[in-house]
């Protein structure tokens, strides 16, 4: 039971009551299949995996076969992505939606997903200056989307080497 | 006009054998510069319809997480007293009846919802077809997308423009389905609002954290549906328009044949008759 609803943000008062749902957690299969999506571009489809841990708005995830369901909003930051032989790949997503569907499913729609080495961190610093400086603006329209992209580089600042 | 023109010069002459060599021989021309242009069309098409299927694919699976979501949560159909229709196409033509199909299909619709209906056309042609017969029902038109396959930047532009619009709890994209290189089908994919997916009798099954989870989720799901419906409208029009432009260049060829025929026939009667006449002066002199 712990194991298959393994938390790493302590978040347990709330799901400790929720975690009775878990029924419809059974499965044929006892490996977690993963697609990974983006708009343009399959990165995984229906893989066998070991876990997956995931940047959720409400905190990081570890997703193990026979999960719960869940959907939850991706934020900013890092994917890691645990295959069956123990090897970890990891990409920066810059946010999507994640789905554990019933039958030990988890598809992942993501906007954009890079590996951390693809980018350039001297770049990512000039980007955030520039969205520092139109943060300051006036304009409203200009500061929300300038809060937006700073969130996503700043998320972005800690993975880039 | 031209054709007309140098007819009507060439009748001026006299020698209306001639003329009509002449017409024929305008006409195969022109025929001849059509075929080439629709052959280069049709070669443009094929390769870009490689990508194009990649681009459907990839947004196929794209969308899947979704579409199972609402298979698994069976969210019902709110009686709403006016559904969103939004039909996605594209603004360039030449492709046969691609956008007259989806037109057609979002006015079928229409009518079985009584009316009760607000369009937003993404795409010039079906914009100007549905003005015709709903110009009061269209809400929202964009055009200058569908050009290559979509990116999500462009889609969500489009739905953050339709949520503006104000709350529908009831939202249709339709589209022409991609089914093999030679057909397409005007489908339709059903989203509901935030509401109706709290409501959804299957949504037990899942687990949701934060409370505007579902209000995400419907937002991001209506992104989503655009760009899957404007990735497979793209590949189905490029097929189609490979269709459209392969018929073509082969009607042309036979138009070029008989033409050919006809030109080199007639030319064969002008020099006999020619011969005839100077046969008979030199004979009538003997």
Do not use: W
């Amino acid at each position: 039971m712990f194991r298959q609803a393994f938390r790493q943000v302590a978040k347990q008062s709330s799901t400790v009551v929720r975690r009775t749902y878990a029924t419809e957690a059974s499965s044929t299969s006892d490996a977690l299949k993963l697609s990974l999506a983006l708009p343009h571009e399959t990165l995984f489809s229906e893989s066998e995996v070991e876990q997956v841990n995931l940047p959720s708005v409400n905190g990081d995830l570890g997703i193990l076969a026979n999960h719960i369901p869940i959907v939850e909003q991706l934020r900013p930051g890092l994917l890691e992505i645990i295959s069956k032989g123990g090897e970890t790949e990891q990409y920066f997503v810059s946010g999507g939606i994640a789905t554990v569907q019933p039958g030990n499913k988890l598809t992942i729609s993501a906007i954009e997903a890079f590996k951390p080495e693809q980018f350039d961190a001297a770049a990512v610093k000039n980007l955030i200056a520039d969205a520092q400086k139109r943060a300051a603006s006036s304009d409203e329209v200009v500061v929300a989307e300038a809060n937006i992209e700073l969130e996503v580089l700043e998320a972005l600042q800690g993975v880039a080497k | 006009m031209f054709r007309l023109g140098a007819a009507q010069v060439a009748r001026a002459q006299g020698a209306r054998n001639y003329a009509t060599l002449r017409e024929i021989e305008m006409r195969l021309k022109s025929i001849k510069n059509i075929e080439k242009i629709t052959n280069t069309m049709k070669i443009v098409a094929s390769t870009r319809l490689n990508k194009a299927q990649r681009a459907m694919a990839a947004s196929r699976v794209f969308n899947e997480s979704d579409a199972e979501f609402y298979a698994n949560a069976e969210p019902e159909t709110p009686e709403a007293d006016k559904t969103l229709l939004i039909v996605v196409s594209s603004d360039k033509g030449l492709c046969g009846s691609i956008h007259s199909q989806v037109a057609k299909a979002a006015r079928r619709r229409s009518e079985e919802l009584k009316g009760a209906v607000d369009i937003v056309t993404i795409g010039d042609k079906v914009k100007q077809q549905l003005l015709r017969t709903h110009g009061d029902k269209v809400k929202l038109a964009f055009n200058g997308v569908g050009k290559e396959a979509p990116n999500f930047y462009e889609v969500s532009l489009i739905a953050d423009e339709i949520n503006k619009l104000g709350k529908y709890e009831n939202t249709e994209v339709l589209y022409n389905k991609f089914v093999s290189g030679v057909a397409f089908e005007p489908t339709t994919f059903g989203l509901v609002g935030a509401e109706a997916i709290e409501k959804a009798p299957g949504l037990s099954k899942y687990e949701l954290e934060s409370e505007d989870t579902s209000e995400v989720f419907a937002e991001f799901s209506l992104a989503n549906s655009i760009l899957t419906a404007q990735a497979e409208g793209y590949a189905s029009e490029i097929s189609a328009r490979r269709n459209a432009m392969d018929n073509a260049s082969k009607n042309a060829g036979d138009m070029i044949n008989s033409y050919s025929i006809l030109y080199n026939r007639t030319r064969q009667a002008v020099i006999t008759n020619e011969l005839v006449d100077i046969i008979t002066g030199a004979s009538s002199l003997d």
